[in-house]
């Protein structure tokens, strides 16, 4: 299913009253989008950057229970995440990866407290488990991770959880929602509401931020999914609105695949400042993180902090053998996860729980809160609310059983670079087949390939660098300085492509080169 800014366009055009207006394409928004459309609403949704262009494709790339929510007892959202783990399994076969975790222990007491707790883990997910939790001695442990530091370890506990990739989600889902009848489009922003005397909105200003056209919509519902902006959307609805969210950073460092030498991850169960941090493998590299900082003002894309950088890179020197340093690091990416607001002002974000919220607000929804492994349930409870209090239809949650766009078991080892693209990548090797000149490589060091430019611009919605680099693919993330380096070629056939000329490449570069320095550590501060 092509996502066509063009049909989607003239879909806006046709008709500018809808069922459900959607603010936000992130994971939240999203999910909404599938589940509201597979129950038969008229769908729309709007995204004022990119699908997932904050915090939803700059997570920990982990779909678990929360390990860590089960120590601080908060069962029910432990269960509730072990039950969307096992759906997501099922449901994105093709981005879904079960990863095996050791935890390192240091004393026989520690080896059985958390042999018992990850028992319990595994338990609690019943008939979707992944594997069962086993004690494990120290020979054991360094034979399954040979980079690990054998200074006064005991031994260790293996379980296992799931692993995937944030941005492709994001964008299947943003297909599947289509494919079941919906209009999404990224880069539209959202001006302001008109609403009536009650306060129920009636009519949405919105613009295109591609052309710079505006557009007056109507939406029966409105759900607020802007994550960190939830409340600046929710000030443009009442400019005395009180604060709803707490934002919280979090940061990764992406290293080289010598860190780990193996394909199981580490799992630091209480490190220094209390956190759980993960040393995990993905595409190839080793992601280590993630950090909790409370930030003030929410950034589409935040800056890692200095002591972040380095309480991560002392954790890895703690239990690793190869030593990290700033120069080691391919890629920094930060997100802000969108905290509901605790009722204590003085609680830590790091013990602020990841359940939801949904606020009404006459005919709007706002849901805040939450992580990527129950964006699934998250939309089913914003949809039936929006069943039972507003639209009174009576056709019950679909999603549980709905296939995501993509979805195959399928692995094709020769071209393992385009396994995210899931069932498109049979069509995606065609595609380059028919011109191959799409076999080229977008970089000497990298995979990726001038069709897959092609294939983002023409099936998947991409309209600016960032997109391609960070999204599309992942090499922003996973090496920033390959991604710099691709860039101008990358804006070349962009700037082609979509007939725009060399002040569009230009600004493009600028933009993109502005940006990425944030992902390259050297400049961080």
Known sequence: MALNRITALRSLEKDPTWDVVIIGGGASGLGVAVDACSRGYKVLLLEQFD????????????????VRYLANGDLGLVIEALKERGLLAKNAN??????????????????????????????????????RSR???KSEVLAQNPTLKEKKLTG???????????????????????????????????????????????????TDSITEKAYRIKGKVV???????????????????????????????????????????????????????????????????????????????PKPLKQEVQFILDTVNQYLTKHATVEDVLSVFSGLRP???????????????????????????????????TYRKM?????????????????????ERLSIYGNTSEY???????????????????????????????????AYTVGQVHWAIQHEMALTIDDFLSRRIRLLLLNAKNAVEAAPFVAAIMSKALGHGPDWEQEQLTLFHSMAQKYLLLKAK
């Open 135 to 137: 004690w494990l001695s």
């Open 94 to 131: 093709h981005l879904f990866k079960k990863q095996a975790f050791i935890i390192p222990t240091y004393s026989y007491w520690q080896s059985f407290f958390y042999w018992v707790g990850l028992t319990l883990y595994q338990l609690l997910s019943g008939r979707r488990s992944l594997g």
């Open 412 to 446: 094709d080892e020769e071209h393992s670079w385009l396994n995210p693209y899931g069932e498109d990548k049979i069509a995606l090797i065609e595609f380059h087949n028919s011109n191959l000149e799409y076999w080229k490589k977008i970089h000497p060091n990298q």
């Open 379 to 399: 939309a089913e409870d914003v949809v039936d609310k929006i069943d039972k209090d507003l639209l009174r239809a009576t056709m019950k949650c679909q999603t």
């Open 223 to 301: 759900i607020n999914a802007s994550g960190i902006f939830t409340d600046k959307t929710l000030k443009l609805y009442n400019p005395n609105h009180k604060k709803t969210v707490v934002p919280s950073q979090g940061i990764h460092l992406m290293l080289d695949a010598s860190y780990l030498e193996t394909d199981r991850a580490i799992m630091i169960p209480k490190t220094t400042d209390g956190r759980v941090l993960f040393i995990i493998p993905w595409y190839g590299n080793v992601i280590a993180g993630t950090t909790d900082t409370p930030i003030k003002k929410p950034n589409i894309e």
């Open 339 to 373: 905290l509901a607001k605790p009722k204590d002002e003085q609680e830590s974000t790091k013990e602020v729980s990841r359940s939801h919220k949904i606020i009404r607000d006459a005919n709007m929804l706002s849901i805040v809160g939450g992580k990527w492994t």
């Open 51 to 66: 699908f997932a262009k904050g915090t939803s494709s700059k997570s920990t790339k982990l779909v678990h229970g929360g």
């Open 156 to 206: 260790g506990v293996i379980y296992y959880d799931g692993q995937f990739d944030d941005a492709r989600l994001a964008l299947n889902l943003a297909q599947t929602a289509v494919e079941q009848g919906g209009t999404v489009l990224n880069y539209f922003h959202v001006d302001g509401f008109i609403t009536d005397d009650m306060g129920a909105i009636q009519l949405i200003n919105v």
